[in-house]
């Protein structure tokens, strides 16, 4: 399109001009540039010049062209529809001289417009306050002979200029539609009268009414014009005999294009894209067959090309205004459209191949003219475009003058090819097949894209730029591969294949050459054509040929003589060619390995079997010098010759560091899996994987190729699509199904012992230790390390303390506290060096060097702090070889259970001193059943009794017992009387109970009074048979117990019984009951006395008594007992007033043995004596 | 005239392609159904752009080229067949009945 001037591209602007009083000029100009529609101003500073510019050519009678190439722009730039003169008031009104000028301009002005029907428009410039006079302006307007409305003042005063500038656009724009309108209807008249001499000028007439329509932007009259310009134009094709044939032509379609170009343009511009679509189509449809001469067929080309291209830009600079092409319907009354045909770059393709289509012919028409034109006189210099578009003539210079000269049909070939010769059309093509790609990619039409980067690609080979033109035939083959399209990737590897083989690059060209060869192109769908591919036509032939040529560029035959070019390619010793095969790569075809372990899980040095199968596509068979099999464990990797060409013996003969196989034969045949099955072994344990496989093919080739499971092996992208027998690549299908290139290679078993030997529960407390001993039974135990876990029964990790339990003084329910080593060895030495950490629930040791059959062992000292079950694993990892760091290791595991148990369970009560009951007060209060804390009387003795019962399974020996404060503060605030703490060797069999009697004197009234802590010392009793089996340290084992804590308080009242330890039936004695009063104030005491079967009672039966305070009340009863034996006495229940408390003595307190007879000993003095001391109760 | 019959897999794999011109075309015949696939995939994906209604098996007119008209036809295996022809002007009714009898052959 940019080819177009200017003129025909854009719409046209009517043309007003400006004379005189050229200071105002800016002003209009701009103003009436901004005007919608905006009107182009011609300013010209005086009257003559605008004489100059009006002065009409004089036309030639016949006209030799269609349109003249300025007419266009000489209508938008050169001759104005209106000229408006203007005059300043001061010459208008001023002296007569300056009248006479202004009359004198104005009929000049006149003279030189009539001709040509310009309007004119009067426009007197005046000041600011200055009087009109309008006899003077009638004059004026007389004299120029214009209608009063088209006679203005122009008031440049800011406040006026406004107003002056609207009304002076409003008239251009009137007189300019007038002129153009009348000059329009001028020249219809003539087309309706047919009043034109030759069929060239009815062209040319409803060309300029459509163009004055155009100005009037009446777009309909124009369509309307131009389409029958167009068709009056298509009828000439026959019929014009004006120039010679090929001019003709040439002339008839390049109006035929700007005709064209202007309907286009009209109907887009009106939104009809509907319109415009048919329209080219006709147009296209109209002058295809119009090819013209054979020697300018290229022109014919390069205009159908061009028509393409112009419509594609129209298409796409419309597209942004235009609705879319989905929106649009797409049937119209006689022709279907399709929504591609809405698409820009369905036009650019077309353009890109009609360019190539006149590349083509014109490289034919350039080496034609050489041929016979080889005495060429270079009159094509001379010769240049003409007046009329589309016409080419001979510049004759004859001195300062020049004329035109009409040529002759050959000159104008020769000039045309000339000039063509002068485009490189390559770059074009590119350029549009680019702009077209970009269009497609845009749209996700990637096989419409490919397509043109095919054609990019194909055009960049032709100018033999190899690099680009590779990239682009790249990204083409993967998509054909992708999607299977054999015929069309043939063609595309064909063009890489001779790219690489122009670029020199020899891998690449095995390897598109080998590609190739491995296509699935058979007899049946192949295409003998020619313009295939540079390498031939798709077929199983062909293949066959590639094959060959590659076989013998890599073997050392000698090269047939049909593989030219291939002259600068070596493959010698310096320049070996290794090709790699992964699993995506195009070159599966050719060679496909698939490898399988006969076993999934192999021990490590135990041989299994291995299947490696291989598959080529190749159409003719492969004879392969040597596989070489590679794993991720070096060592196990293993060569195999072909037995045909290296005999074993000679191999063996040779120094290798891998194990070298033979194979009878190792030819590949087309589609059929060559299948070799060898032992493996390896002596590593882990994953054993099958890398790839390295084939050798002749002194200097060789393929590597990535190893594939044949379980999870992908078909071959193209091929599995065509009709050929399908194979396993092993005999077992089962083992084709489920097939893996990587097997684990189990460690070999242990021989070696843990032993561990604990016996029976763990005690709380005590240090319990579990002998671990490691036996070497086969083998030696280098760098050995032994780990021991300490590990929760019930689960949950290890043992740390709960958060149930803040207050738990251990950090850890269960301890590892050390390991004691061998018995036997000396600790010193063997561990100093060794590595040894110990956690709570974790530890690390280093094991000694064993040789075969010797043993070691230690012992695990553990504590456990709660009564629990732990799991105990132990785990030794050793190498059985030697020191070496990457050397196989060895692991044993044991794990043990052990119960951790309480070996006693302590508990302690308190006791009150016999007859001798205190009242206290907190004890009544509270009820009966909220006892809390036991309360103890302030300053009175209390007997606390601590009973140990063995509640473990084992004998324990205690040897200690004591009530230790567990602060300092004990000593003061109560007093703790007990015999020796030793308690000597006191056995506790399981289930037996040990107590022990304390006396205890608080001295401190206090709510919440400490006792202490009882400290229990035991240890396990060993028995004779118990020492061979040492399960814990022979140590001490103290178990504390804390004593509850106690309420003290002050009791008011003591009441104590005194009576004979013994009584006789019959024999009266004295019993009292001394109540003392311990406080300060005087205390009422209500008493009364039960009556009793057994004895007779002499004293008050019931009343009140007060006790003074701190002192003492005595009630006294004589009593006779009736009944012999164990008697309860008349049971005596007092009530303080003042606390509102009764209470009664014990019964146990209160009963007395009767004696049947007076016993033979003396008894004096039993009434004095009172229980005092501790003594044991059972 | 019929210049080129092909039945398209539906991963877009050609099955079968036989041209009735000769050589020179043949390829030029195998990037034509080859594009069109694109325009196939096209009125797949946006049914509203395309002129017939949705359960239409016979796609129509996909595109012209210079010389060819390219027709479609998608079976519900998403197989498609695609048809050239030499003639501009060409019956819709013809091709699709040329498309079904090819379908009841395929079938």
């Known amino acids: ?1178 | 005239m019929i210049v080129c019959v092909a039945v398209v897999g539906h991963q877009n794999n050609p099955l079968y392609i036989q041209s009735f011109t000769d050589a020179d075309d043949a390829l030029k015949l195998h990037h034509i159904v080859h594009c069109s696939l694109d325009v196939v995939d096209e009125r797949v994906n946006n049914p509203k752009k395309s002129g017939p209604t949705l359960n239409e098996t016979f796609l129509g007119l996909l595109y012209p080229t210079e010389n060819y008209n390219v027709y479609g036809y998608l079976t519900n295996t998403k197989v498609k067949f695609i048809l050239v022809t030499t003639d501009l002007d060409v019956r819709d009714a013809d091709v699709r009945n040329a498309h079904h009898k090819q379908n009841q052959h395929h079938v």
């Open chain 1, 1 to 1178: 399109m940019e080819e177009y001037p200017e003129e025909l591209r854009s719409p046209p602007v009517a043309l007003v001009s400006l004379v005189g009083c050229s200071e105002q000029h800016g002003a209009i100009t701009t103003h009436l540039l901004s005007q919608q529609p905006p009107i182009n101003t011609l300013a010209l500073p005086d009257f003559s010049k605008l004489t100059h510019l009006l002065q009409q050519s004089s036309s030639s009678s016949s006209p030799v062209g269609f349109l003249k190439k300025d007419w266009l722009v000489k209508h938008r730039t050169k001759i104005p529809a209106v000229v408006a003169a203007l005059f300043s008031w001061d010459h208008v009104s001023g002296d007569p001289a300056q009248w006479v000028q202004v009359c004198s301009d104005l009929d000049d002005l006149k003279a030189a417009i009539r001709p040509r029907n310009t309007k004119l428009l009067l426009l007197v410039v005046v000041g600011k306050s200055e009087g009109i006079s309008e006899d003077r302006l009638i004059a004026l307007r007389k004299r120029a002979e214009v209608d009063s409305k088209y006679l203005l003042l122009y008031n440049p005063d800011p406040s006026q200029l406004d107003n002056s500038l609207q009304r002076l656009s409003a008239s251009f724009a009137e007189l300019g539609a007038t002129f153009y309108k009348e000059e329009g209807r001028r020249i219809k008249a003539r087309i309706e009268n047919k009043n034109f001499s030759t069929r060239d000028l009815q062209v040319r007439y409803c060309f300029k009414v459509a163009v004055y329509a155009e100005f009037r932007r009446d777009w309909a009259e124009a369509l309307r014009f131009y389409e029958d310009a167009y068709h009056a134009l298509r009828e000439m094709v026959g019929t014009s005999t004006r120039l010679p044939p090929i001019q003709r032509l040439f002339e008839i379609k390049a109006v035929a294009e700007q005709l064209h170009f202007k309907i286009c343009a009209l109907f887009l511009h009106g939104g009809k894209l509907n319109e415009a679509v048919t329209w080219f189509s006709q147009h296209v449809g109209s002058y295809k067959s119009l090819v013209g001469a054979p020697e300018v067929i290229f022109l014919h080309w390069e205009w159908l090309s061009r028509q393409f291209l112009v419509f594609a830009e129209l298409l796409d600079s419309s597209s942004a205004t235009l609705p879319s092409a989905s929106s649009q319907p797409l049937d119209t009354a006689d022709q279907l459209l399709t929504e591609w045909e809405f698409h820009p770059a369905y036009y650019y393709q077309s353009a890109a191949q009609y360019l190539k289509e006149k590349k083509s012919a014109l490289e034919l028409a350039v080496s034609n003219a050489e041929t016979f034109n080889e005495n060429d006189d270079g009159c094509a210099e001379y010769v240049v475009p003409s007046l009329y578009i589309g016409q080419f003539s001979r510049l004759l210079e004859q001195g300062d003058d020049s004329a035109m000269q009409s040529i002759t049909d050959d000159e104008f070939t020769r000039y045309v090819i000339a000039e063509g010769k002068r485009f490189q059309d390559s770059f074009e093509i590119i350029a549009l097949l680019r702009k077209c790609n970009e269009l497609y990619s845009n749209r996700k039409a990637q096989r419409m894209g490919s397509l043109c980067a095919f054609q990019i690609a194909r055009e960049y080979f032709s100018l033999g730029d190899y690099s680009n033109a590779k990239q682009f035939f790249d990204g083409v083959a993967n998509l054909y591969r992708q999607e299977g399209w054999v015929t069309l990737l043939w063609e595309v590897l064909g063009y890489l294949r001779e790219c690489s083989r122009k670029q020199g690059a020899i891998k690449e060209f095995v390897e598109f050459s080998l590609q190739m060869a491995a296509l699935p192109v058979s007899i049946v769908d192949s295409i003998q054509s020619s313009k295939c591919s540079p390498v031939g036509p798709a077929s199983l032939e062909q293949r066959e040929l590639i094959y060959r040529e590659i076989f013998a560029l890599i073997s050392r035959e000698a090269r047939p003589e049909s593989f030219n070019g291939l002259g600068d390619f070596k493959v010698t010793g310096d320049n070996t060619l290794h090709l790699e095969i992964d699993l995506v790569s195009p070159l599966r075809s050719v060679l496909l390995a698939s490898v399988a372990f006969h076993e999934q899980i192999i021990k490590s040095g135990v041989s299994s079997l291995i299947t490696i199968s291989l598959l080529s596509q190749l159409p003719l068979s492969i004879e392969i010098d040597q596989l070489e099999v590679q794993f991720n464990q070096s060592q196990c990797n293993f060569i195999i010759t072909n037995a045909q060409i290296h005999p074993l013996e000679a191999v063996q003969g040779e120094q290798h560091d891998h194990r070298m196989e033979s194979a009878p034969s190792l030819a590949l045949v087309t589609n059929k899996w060559l299948r070799l099955t060898y032992d493996i072994k390896s002596e590593q344990s882990g994953k054993l994987e099958c890398i790839s496989i390295i084939a050798k093919m002749g002194p200097h080739f060789t393929i590597c190729c990535r190893a594939e499971s044949p379980a999870s092996m992908d078909d071959l992208p193209l091929w599995k699509f065509e009709n050929c027998v399908e194979t396993f690549p092993t005999k077992d299908p089962a083992l084709s199904f489920s097939g893996q290139k990587a097997a684990h290679v189990e460690e070999p078993d242990p021989q070696v012992d843990v032993t561990l030997g604990a016996s029976g529960p763990a005690l709380v407390g005590e240090r319990f230790l579990i002998p671990v001993t490691i036996t070497s039974r086969g083998h030696a135990i280098h760098a050995g390390e032994m780990k021991i876990n300490l590990v929760d029964v019930k689960g949950g990790g290890l043992f740390s303390p709960r958060e149930s339990e803040p207050l738990s003084l251990e950090t850890h329910h269960v301890e590892l506290l050390g390991i004691v080593g061998p018995e036997l060895e000396d600790e010193s030495q063997k561990f100093s060096d060794k590595i040894m950490k110990i956690q709570q629930s974790f530890g690390l040791v280093s094991v000694p060097s064993l040789k075969i059959g010797e043993s070691w062992s230690c012992k695990l000292e553990i504590m456990w702090h709660r009564p629990k079950p732990i799991m105990l694993f132990v785990s030794l990892s050793y190498s059985p070889i030697s020191y070496e760091s990457n050397s196989q290791k060895v692991d044993v595991h044991k794990t043990l259970q052990i119960e951790g148990k309480d070996a006693v369970s302590v508990c302690q009560h308190f006791m009150l001193p016999f007859r001798r009951d205190s009242l206290l007060l907190s004890k009544i209060k509270l009820a009966p059943d909220s006892n809390q804390f036991s309360s103890l009387a302030l300053h009175e003795s209390t007997v606390l009794v601590v009973s140990v019962k063995n509640c473990c399974e084992v004998t324990l020996q205690l040897l200690s017992m004591a009530i230790k404060a567990d602060d300092g503060g004990t000593e003061r605030s109560c007093s703790i009387q007990h015999g020796n703490e030793d308690l000597g060797t006191a056995v506790l069999v399981p289930g037996e109970e040990f107590k022990k009697v304390f006396s205890v004197i608080p001295n401190l009234d206090s709510s919440k009074l400490r006792l202490g802590v009882v400290h229990l010392k035991w240890r396990r009793h060993c028995g004779i048979e118990d020492k061979s089996s040492l399960a814990a340290i022979d140590s001490e084992v103290v178990t504390e117990y804390k004593l509850p804590d106690v309420h003290v308080e002050l009791p008011p009242i003591i009441v104590t019984l005194e009576c004979p330890p013994y009584a006789i039936l019959g024999d009266p004695f004295i019993y009292h009951v001394k109540i003392r009063n311990q406080t300060e104030l005087l205390q009422e005491v209500k008493f009364s006395s039960a009556d009793s079967h057994s004895f007779m009672l002499s004293g008050s039966h019931s009343d009140t008594v007060f006790v003074l305070p701190r002192s003492e009340h005595f009630l006294c009863y004589k009593v006779v007992p009736l009944v012999s034996g164990l008697q309860q006495l008349p049971r005596i229940s007092l009530t303080s007033v003042k606390y509102s408390a009764r209470f009664q003595p014990s019964i146990a307190s209160s009963n007395v043995f009767v004696l049947p007879s007076k016993l033979h000993c003396k008894t004096a003095g039993i009434k004095e004596k009172r229980v005092e001391g501790p003594t044991v109760a059972d």
